[in-house]
């Protein structure tokens, strides 16, 4: 069992910076690709990043490139997400997620185990 924990959520005004953290437990080995996902009110859960096992080559949703950088700390089993010139149509719940086939794909399909997500608010 695998088990994702999310932190690092909160209000911040537009322009702003936050970084979200996702720290891995359980078994099997916890060095997986993750992937990060959101979802703003009334709207379906979207892909924004996701890295692989080795931390190389992520990749990002159009909405954040250029803005939020996604990296891992392989020693900590952590997966970090920072925000950078927030904007209010950030505002979401952001997830992280296991992704089961290591392709960094945009499918939430191909993502397994997800944590309980964090609320990110950011204010006009």
């Known amino acids: 069992q695998v088990q994702l924990v999310e932190s690092g959520g909160g209000l911040v005004q537009a322009g702003g910076s936050l970084r979200l953290s996702c720290a891995a437990s359980?078994?099997?080995?916890?060095?997986?690709?993750i992937g990060w996902f959101r979802r703003a009110p009334g709207k379906e859960r979207e892909f924004v990043a996701a890295i692989s096992r080795a931390g190389g080559s992520p990749r990002y949703a159009g909405s954040a490139k250029g803005r939020f950088t996604i990296s891992r700390d392989t020693a900590k089993n952590t997966v970090y997400l920072q925000m950078n010139s927030l904007k209010p149509e950030d505002t979401a719940v952001y997830y992280c997620?296991?992704?089961?086939?290591?392709?960094?794909?945009?499918?939430?399909?191909?993502?397994?185990?997800w944590g309980q997500g964090t609320q990110v608010t950011v204010s006009s």
């Open positions: 997620a296991r992704d089961r086939v290591g392709l960094l794909t945009s499918q939430e399909t191909d993502y397994d185990y």
């Open positions: 359980g078994r099997p080995g916890v060095n997986y690709s």
